[in-house]
């Protein structure tokens, strides 16, 4: 049985695409990605490790109602998240954004994803080092590094095969 639960938000797709990306190179280790929104709490739970993705949505959001997404997404699920103990999880994050476009929110929608699940006692590992990206702030920095893997797909798609090689490369020894 795969023991890495995949789960993304989505608003246009692009986030779903490297989820499975993700997978195919993660192998049977790890299940289909499925979208947040089509889950439930005890399916999510009852994966030992988790890779979740999001994208960052309306000024520095999660995807949701709340960021004018048309459907639900990580923002309710995270509502529904608060409070439960995600204590011996292993997790890593990925996020997409435009460093172009929004350069002074750059990823930041993976703050509140990092806050909760922390406060939820889950260890997250792959943080991601900044440097090759250009950008004048994110919410996603933790001691100088991302919270998780950061893709931008708007703007360096010819790097994204890749960074997903680098970080599962150093997340192997954690979560296989
Ligand atoms: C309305 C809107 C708001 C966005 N806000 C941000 C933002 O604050 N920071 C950021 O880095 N990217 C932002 N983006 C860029 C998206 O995160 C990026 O295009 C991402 O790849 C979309 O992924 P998806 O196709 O999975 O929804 C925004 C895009 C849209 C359309």
Redesign the pocket.
């Given at each position: 049985m795969a023991t890495i639960g995949i789960f993304?938000?989505?608003?246009?797709?692009?986030?779903?695409?490297?989820a499975k990306l993700i997978q195919q190179k993660l192998g049977e280790a790890a299940a289909s990605p499925v979208n947040i929104n089509r889950t439930d709490l005890a399916t999510f739970l009852s994966y030992p490790v988790l890779v979740l993705g999001t994208?960052?949505?309306?000024?520095?959001?999660l995807?949701g109602l709340e960021?004018?997404c048309e459907s639900e997404s990580w923002g309710e699920f995270m509502a529904q998240l608060a409070g439960t103990s995600l204590s011996g999880k292993t997790v890593a994050l990925f996020?997409?954004?435009?460093?172009v476009?929004?350069p002074d929110?750059?990823?930041?929608?993976m703050r509140p994803l990092y806050d909760t699940l922390k406060n939820c006692g889950a260890q997250v590992v792959g943080l991601w080092p900044k440097e090759g990206y250009t950008?004048n702030a994110?919410q996603a920095l933790e001691a100088d590094k991302f919270v998780g893997l950061v893709?931008?797909?708007?703007n360096q798609y010819d790097l994204t095969d890749e960074r997903i090689d680098a970080w599962l490369e150093s997340l192997k020894p954690a979560i296989l």
């Open positions: 993304f938000g989505t608003d246009t797709g692009k986030t779903r695409k490297i994208p960052t949505l309306g000024d520095g959001q995807p960021a004018g996020g997409l954004g435009d460093q476009g929004y929110n750059f990823v930041s929608g950008f994110s893709i931008d797909q708007d």
